[in-house]
């Protein structure tokens, strides 16, 4: 796999646009494998974060336009990817299922 940018700007501008940047597989750990980065970015300023440090203490920034979350590695890159496809499609399917219902 070799590196690539994705960019995906929906039609409205409140909706949440993602770029995913990404070396592809390199072969090695963090330091020495691949990175993939995902941005996800809103002109409305919705964005809101919430994190936990390695303490347990958890954080919370709002009214954020964009936030970056980072991945290094192989397995951590292929992971990434790999959930991003899964939860994306599993959503999707979810709603259509209910579109069916609520027409029926």
Same mark, same amino acid.
């Given at each position: 796999?070799? =590196? &690539? #940018?994705?960019? &995906? &700007?929906?039609?409205?501008?409140?909706?949440?646009?993602?770029? !995913?940047?990404?070396?592809?597989?390199?072969?090695?750990?963090? =330091?020495? =494998?691949?990175?993939?980065?995902?941005?996800?970015?809103?002109?409305?300023?919705?964005?809101? +974060?919430?994190?936990?440090?390695?303490?347990?203490? #958890?954080?919370?920034?709002?009214?954020?336009?964009? +936030?970056?979350?980072? +991945?290094? =590695?192989?397995?951590?890159?292929?992971?990434? !990817?790999?959930? *991003?496809? #899964?939860?994306? *499609?599993?959503?999707?399917? *979810?709603?259509?299922?209910?579109?069916?219902? +609520?027409?029926?």
């Amino acid at each position: 796999m070799s =590196g &690539y #940018k994705l960019d &995906y &700007y929906p039609d409205m501008p409140e909706q949440v646009r993602m770029e !995913l940047e990404t070396t592809g597989l390199m072969g090695g750990d963090a =330091g020495h =494998g691949g990175w993939t980065n995902v941005r996800f970015s809103c002109d409305s300023e919705t964005i809101i +974060v919430e994190v936990e440090d390695r303490f347990g203490n #958890k954080h919370r920034a709002d009214d954020l336009r964009a +936030v970056s979350v980072r +991945v290094e =590695g192989d397995w951590e890159t292929t992971g990434m !990817l790999e959930a *991003l496809a #899964k939860v994306g *499609l599993q959503v999707m399917r *979810l709603q259509n299922e209910e579109s069916v219902r +609520v027409i029926r």
